[in-house]
């Protein structure tokens, strides 16, 4: 049903979207919508699991996003929608509580449970939900989900948040209600993303820098169609890990440790410590190294980058799983490859690759043919444009804002 919804046509186009996203609004809740926002999903380009440490990541927040389709409500009620799951919930925003297991509707009770407990008016909506980036595939469904509920409710509400204060009351949702301890990236990228450019965000003073990629290379979202889930201990591991390596060097966190401290004492370090600590001090210094060599064009430094990066994911933080080896063979070998590597936390989900533009469609065809022979598994490719972050859009069927996503998608 998810897959199927997905791959259909009509969601990559945004005038049939909105229709079909309109029509599920009027079945469920009668009328039509009186607002629409969306969120954009996310792939890191450099800077595996650097976030939590206080490092560098190079974002790019994408064209697959999550839209809603609200309306308010007089009740203080909430009653949500998800068109891809077929499956709603529905809550009164003066008591929220949790539901059991780990269900898609917390990130939504979480986002408003944590807007209200900082004070600002909520207002209760009917709101259907439709998303095109694949879930638990490492593309940051959940922060899209959490960025674009956000921006609902402050369009409702009549109050503003600025990007950065929206995608940290964000994460503090997903930390503290839904119980995932994520770090800034996700939910940043959502919220500060750019049309036409990457970012590097320096995730201990939270600022962003605009990278623009050189013309001719493109990047390709690679995903291997075997499900990750931040949940599972392996995530909340390599963060402890981090932090007793931190702790030992006596830095606060592991952006401060430097490639000839870590050589001085690594000894003192245990295993597997000190390899997550050699992973992440080199994985921050590569995110902005792939920033500068993206930006000048450079496709061997792009190229060497990467490699390390995956290199580093597999021996260092060992995030990588069968699957992931099998993609990257696959994607190695295509025609027009600059440069592959991991994506989001490993353990499965999406990798990314960065191409040469003019062979995108070779590049996609061998993918496809490469890892289905290898694994038995069809994978799904995305050749992504950079897209701006939450925002509230003109919903109706009235035009300028459907042409410029049409064409960019
Ligand atoms: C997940 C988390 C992010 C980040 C990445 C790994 O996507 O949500 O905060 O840690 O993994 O870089």
């Known amino acids: 049903m998810l897959r199927a919804l997905q791959g259909a046509d009509w969601a990559l186009d945004a005038r049939a979207r909105a229709r ?25 380009l450099m800077g595996s699991h650097t976030d939590y440490n206080r490092g560098f990541v190079l974002t790019l927040a994408i064209g697959r996003d999550t839209w809603i389709a609200a309306r308010r409500r007089d009740d203080r009620s909430v009653r949500v929608h998800s068109m891809n799951l077929d499956d709603g919930d529905q809550f009164l925003l003066d008591d929220i509580a949790p539901v059991g297991g780990s269900r898609w509707c917390n990130y939504v009770r979480g ?40 921006t609902v ?47 590097l965000l320096d995730c201990r003073d939270l600022s962003t820098r605009a990278v623009w990629i050189a013309g001719g290379i493109r990047v390709v979202v690679c995903n291997t169609m075997s499900p990750r889930r931040l949940s599972g201990g392996e995530y909340a591991q390599r963060r402890a890990e981090c932090e007793r390596g931190a702790a030992a060097l006596g830095v606060s966190a592991l952006r401060d440790a430097t490639p000839e401290m870590l050589a001085a004492r ?16 080199a994985e921050s210094a590569r995110a902005e190294s792939l920033a500068l060599a993206l930006a000048a064009g450079d496709r061997p430094a792009v190229a060497r980058l990467c490699a390390e990066s995956f290199a580093g994911a597999r021996a260092l933080y060992e995030i990588c799983s069968p699957a992931m080896v099998a993609m990257m063979d696959a994607m190695l070998a295509a025609p027009g490859v600059i440069g592959a590597r991991q994506a989001g936390a490993g353990f499965g989900g999406c990798m990314v690759a960065l191409v040469d533009a003019a062979s995108t469609d ?4 061998h993918v496809q043919e490469a890892y289905r022979s290898a694994t038995d598994v069809a994978p799904e490719i995305y050749a992504v444009e950079a897209a ?8 109706g069927a009235k035009g300028g804002w459907w042409a410029r996503q049409d064409s960019n998608l």
């Open 153 to 199: 409710f402050e369009a409702l509400g009549g109050w503003r948040l600025t990007p950065e204060r929206k995608a940290l009351l964000c994460q503090k949702a997903e930390n503290q209600f839904v119980g995932v301890k994520c770090g800034i990236l996700d939910q940043y990228s959502s919220c500060l993303g750019r049309a036409g450019c990457a970012l």
């Open 362 to 365: 070779a590049f996609r065809a």
């Open 20 to 44: 079909r996203i309109a029509a599920c609004f009027h079945e469920r809740f009668a009328g039509e919508p009186e607002l629409w926002a969306r969120a954009p999903g996310r792939v890191d």
């Open 266 to 281: 690594r000894g003192e370090l245990p295993e597997p410590v000190a390899r997550r600590c050699e992973f992440i001090v």
């Open 111 to 150: 986002v408003a449970a944590t807007l209200r407990d900082e004070g600002l008016a909520l207002t209760g909506c009917d709101a259907a939900i439709h998303s095109t980036v694949p879930l638990e595939a490492g593309l940051s469904s959940s922060a899209a989900l959490e960025c674009a509920l956000a």
């Open 388 to 395: 701006p972050g939450a925002e509230v859009f003109e919903g």
